[in-house]
């Protein structure tokens, strides 16, 4: 049985951070960024350990933006992840300290990415005037 739809803004901007999170973690730790189906498998894991349900649409959007939303961070807030990251981000149940001062910014910059792409509470696309396309 599929999961339910059930993302909302905050929550997609988790899951964006925590590709975006996993990104740096494999550029940190191999020299090159997540292969398409890396991104999947980690986007899969991470709404499967956390109840979530998206629609494929969003879960390719959301995928999509994770290399490029990684680049940015990593010109404007360098920084190294080592094997202590790692093992808790792809531990049986993957989460990210939000209470650090680096997974906050990664997250706000998650958060007005979302929002500047149109993406609101309720999931859906919409144009400037606030109409479903």
Not at 8 to 21: G, H, I, N, Q, S
Not at 64 to 76: E, F, N, P
Request: net charge negative; hydrophobic share 45%.
């Amino acid at each position: 049985m599929p999961q339910p739809l059930n993302l909302d803004l905050r929550a997609r901007a988790e899951l964006l951070t925590y590709l975006v999170a996993s990104q740096l973690l494999a550029k940190s730790v191999s020299g090159r960024w997540l292969t398409i189906e890396n991104v999947v498998e980690t986007e899969r894991v991470w709404l499967a350990a956390n109840g979530g349900g998206v629609d494929w649409l969003e879960r390719v959007s959301i995928s999509s933006w994770s290399q490029t939303l990684a680049q940015r961070v990593d010109v404007k807030l360098p920084v190294v992840l080592g094997a202590e990251s790692a093992a808790t981000m792809f531990s049986e149940n993957p989460r990210l300290d939000f209470g650090a001062p680096f997974v906050l910014a990664v997250y706000h910059m998650c958060l007005d990415h979302l929002v500047e792409m149109g993406w609101f509470m309720n999931g859906r696309l919409r144009s400037a005037d606030g109409e479903a396309p």
